[in-house]
């Protein structure tokens, strides 16, 4: 079983800046997919970045540009740096891993709210 857990979320005003991370445990198997999802009220869950354990990433097109997807395998950590918050980035951001015998791990979730 892996548990993930995220920090980081918080009120921010549009344009400001928040960095989650997300700490992953348990049995872990080195070749993984780490991640952030995010779903907003009476919305579906979405993709919002993604991260190999070689480092290859995917960015939904409402992130390019603005967010940055990073990990430390050393530490099974995974983070989210985002830039330009916008009011529309407002949702509940959960940490994704995927690993490659197909078990699929969620965190709790962490809020982000962008408003002035």
């Known amino acids: 079983q892996v548990q993930l857990v995220e920090s980081g979320g918080g009120l921010v005003q549009p344009g400001g800046s928040l960095r989650l991370s997300c700490a992953a445990s348990?049995?872990?198997?080195?070749?993984?997919?780490m991640g952030w999802y995010r779903q907003a009220p009476g919305k579906e869950r979405e993709l919002v970045a993604t991260?190999?354990?070689?480092?290859?990433?995917n960015y939904a097109d409402s992130a390019k540009g603005r967010f940055t997807v990073s990990r430390d395998n050393a530490k099974n950590m995974v983070y989210l740096q985002m830039n330009s918050l916008k009011p529309e980035d407002t949702a509940r951001y959960y940490c994704?891993?995927?690993?490659?015998?197909?078990?699929?791990?969620w965190g709790q979730g962490t809020q982000v709210t962008v408003s002035s």
């Open positions: 994704n891993l995927a690993d490659w015998r197909g078990g699929v791990y």
């Open positions: 348990g049995t872990i198997f080195r070749i993984n997919t």
């Open positions: 991260i190999t354990s070689t480092s290859s990433t």
